[in-house]
């Protein structure tokens, strides 16, 4: 009912930018929170940066600095500037959202497909 479509990955080089975006789309009430993780093989699945509203932000602490989230409300998108890329930013990264669904008017998390980052040395 819900998808969250990423966008904007790809191979950098260290030091390099790269910019992320996710569209929700779906039978959506609304959207309290977006929100960006990450995956490296062989790691656990960890927060990088989320977006509340009232635009509250937090970040992992290793990309603090480095990362800017911000999302547009009228599009349903959240998006994830990555600067300043290290090689070991690489991972896929995964769009999570909570959600109201309109047919349901019940809050559930959804997660997109993922977009992998690559950064080289």
């Known amino acids: 009912q819900v998808q969250l479509v990423e966008s904007g990955g790809g191979l950098v080089q260290a030091g390099g930018s790269l910019r992320l975006s996710c569209a929700a789309s779906?039978?959506?009430?609304?959207?309290?929170?977006m929100g960006w993780y990450r995956q490296a093989p062989g790691k656990p699945r960890e927060l990088v940066a989320v977006?509340?509203?009232?635009?509250?932000?937090n970040y992992l602490d290793s990309v603090k600095g480095r990362f800017t989230i911000s999302r547009d409300n009228a599009k349903n998108t959240v998006y994830l500037q990555m600067n300043s890329l290290k090689p070991e930013d690489t991972a896929v990264y995964y769009c999570n959202a909570g959600v109201r669904i309109a047919t349901i008017l019940r809050d559930v998390e959804v997660w997109g497909q993922g977009t992998l980052v690559t950064v080289s040395s």
């Open positions: 779906g039978s959506i009430f609304s959207i309290s929170r």
């Open positions: 977006i509340t509203t009232g635009d509250n932000m």
